[in-house]
């Protein structure tokens, strides 16, 4: 009696894991690389903690068109959980060109997730990497 | 509370903390790759580690009461009983304090918090090894001799408000057939667990080795075993004798390992700062050491081997133990840095709430002074242990000057700006994906 309880309680815990799994872990699907051409700089070259980086992203089709019109969701945190991102919005200056200003909180490695949503489009993630430096 | 009640309270918690794993395994494997953005990472790093302190601290060992790992270890015994007892000449903390220094190296040198996979498969193989270890071998091997997490909570837990206990030791005295160590037996079959870390109740003194289990309690026929408040280190206050464990001053092994312990948790606060990488820098361009794991090691050489040596002197190894308050401290000063800065960044993850981004967690100028108050808690608890061991006046100003430059070098590490680098390797690559 006390073996099949113990068999079936590993059951329900191993159906339960596998439901959970399936269930809010579906495959993300990959689009082609060339769908969005994302260049970005950083404005000191060496970011540092006294004073905000203007941030900048260049937005081209595969066609080397300019995408115009999207919006850039920007987050940025470190490479370690548990540490307070920061959020912005860039904001387009000129054709394809957005600009955003963030002043980092911490040395170190840090990432930078863009979630950029085009006009009929479903959004894109992009994540980039800098480091913060003295 | 009765102790039917706690044992409720156990299996309750044993089962959320197994479904918890489980959970975090999942989203570990198929989460997010991205530290910052999975919740494994953050539960595991910052919201275990700052709760597991605070708790060790304000109420007592319950995480190891908790554990899930013991708890299917307990179901598969159902199946298999283990048939071999742990070696003599294993009977000892070495070949935990190896796996615990095995452990602080892998955090560095890997970057373990920067990886949701590897988190994963952290949490898998200490299933795994506690498995194998506590199927092959009888009683609780895996808790007593090997589990890093374990070995860490009993020196803390010398600083709870709690402890397992009897009720009245005059019943102790007048038993004759020691349930709570030899357990119970029907017709030769064992129905109930003794303790399985050979503490003996009525002769058990503090924390060292307790697990909370509460399998004493369980077996004892006269329900003469409960868990109780104490003054936390009052078990560090003499020498004691104490069941399971010996005294201090003759264990050369838990000396070493309270001296890894403190200065280990100086070097993994150490480790992550600025002026770290500054070494790195130095040492890379001025003694062309480039590669990671000799600076690394030179890292834990100096702070597990040079400073140790410096400020401890092995004919004072009695007065080793005063070591646990500072620390302790030492340790939860960093954890509950972490944790009550990234207090509520798992709420942006979860997609039901991903607009609430406004508060995540306490800001430094309500962290820092706690911080700083837990450093100087610590230093004040390892002084008076100083005053109140038996010891020379020599010695007792030998080891408040240890303790004084330990507080003022955890202060000053505490103080420097953080810096974490070289986990960008352990990320994965950028990639472009579609979300609906």
């Known amino acids: 009696m006390k073996k099949l309880s113990v068999l079936i309680f590993i059951a329900a815990l191993g159906m339960g894991a596998y439901h959970f799994k399936t269930r809010f872990y579906s495959p993300v699907s990959l689009i082609p690389q060339e769908e969005i051409v994302l260049t970005w700089g950083h404005d000191p070259s060496k970011i540092t903690l006294s004073a905000p980086t203007k941030f900048t992203f260049n937005l081209k089709d595969h066609r080397q068109n300019f995408i115009n019109d999207a919006q850039i969701d920007v987050e940025a945190t470190m490479d370690h959980a548990g540490m307070v991102p920061l959020f912005s919005k860039a904001t387009q200056k000129s054709e394809g060109h957005y600009e955003t200003n963030l002043q980092v909180t911490m040395l170190g490695d840090w990432l930078l997730f863009l979630t950029i949503t085009l006009p009929g489009h479903k959004p894109i993630k992009k994540v980039l990497k800098f480091q913060a430096s003295l | ?436």
């Open chain 2, 1 to 436: 509370m009765k102790t039917k009640t706690i044992l409720t309270y156990k299996h309750l918690f044993q089962v959320i903390f197994l479904i918890a794993s489980i959970l975090l395994i999942i989203e570990g494997l198929w989460g997010d790759v991205y530290a910052p953005k999975n919740l494994t990472t953050l539960f595991v790093w910052i919201h275990y580690r700052g709760l597991l302190v605070l708790a060790l601290l304000l109420l007592g060992n319950y995480f190891c009461m908790s554990c899930p790992f013991i708890f299917v270890r307990n179901l598969l015994r159902v199946f298999h009983a283990p048939k071999l007892l742990w070696p003599k000449k294993l009977q000892n903390k070495w070949a935990g304090i190896f796996l615990f220094i095995c452990f602080l190296f892998s955090y560095e040198y890997f970057s373990l918090w920067s990886s949701p996979a590897i988190t994963a498969w952290i949490i898998i193989g200490y299933f795994i090894l506690a498995l194998i270890i506590d199927l092959t071998f009888k009683k609780a091997s895996f808790c007593k001799y090997l589990c890093p997490i374990g070995q860490f909570n009993f020196l803390s837990s010398t600083l709870s408000p709690t402890t397992v206990k009897a009720k009245n030791i005059s019943i102790c005295e007048s038993c004759t057939t020691y349930e709570c160590l030899n357990g119970v037996k029907k017709k030769s079959v064992l129905t109930k667990r003794g303790c399985e870390t050979f503490l003996f109740i009525p002769k058990k003194t503090g924390n060292l080795d307790c697990t909370f289990c509460m399998d004493c309690a369980d077996a004892c026929p006269y329900d003469n075993v409960t868990i109780a408040t104490v003054t936390p280190g009052e078990e560090l206050t003499e020498d004691f004798k104490r069941a399971g464990v010996g005294s201090l001053s003759n264990r050369f092994d838990l000396q070493f390992f309270i001296i890894i312990f403190t200065f280990g948790g100086l070097l993994n606060a150490f480790a992550m700062t600025s002026p770290a990488q500054t070494i790195k820098t130095f040492l890379g361009t001025h003694l062309l050491m480039t590669h990671s794991f000799l600076y690394l090691l030179s890292l834990f050489i100096l702070f597990l081997v040079g400073l140790p040596f410096i400020l401890i002197s092995r004919k004072d190894a009695h007065l080793i133990p005063t070591l646990l308050p500072m620390g302790f401290f030492i340790w939860l000063s960093h954890y509950s840095f972490h944790f009550l800065t990234g207090l509520f960044t798992f709420i942006p993850l979860i997609p039901s709430l991903k607009g609430a981004t406004h508060f995540m967690g306490f800001p430094l100028s309500i962290v820092t002074p706690i911080q700083y108050g837990f450093l100087f808690l610590g230093f004040l608890g390892s002084l008076t242990l100083v005053w109140t061991r038996e010891a020379t006046s020599k010695k007792r100003i030998r080891w408040a000057i240890t303790h004084v430059v330990l507080f003022l070098l955890s202060l000053w590490i505490m103080t420097q700006p953080m810096e974490m680098r070289g986990t960008f390797t352990k990320s994965a690559p950028l990639e472009t994906i579609c979300i609906s």
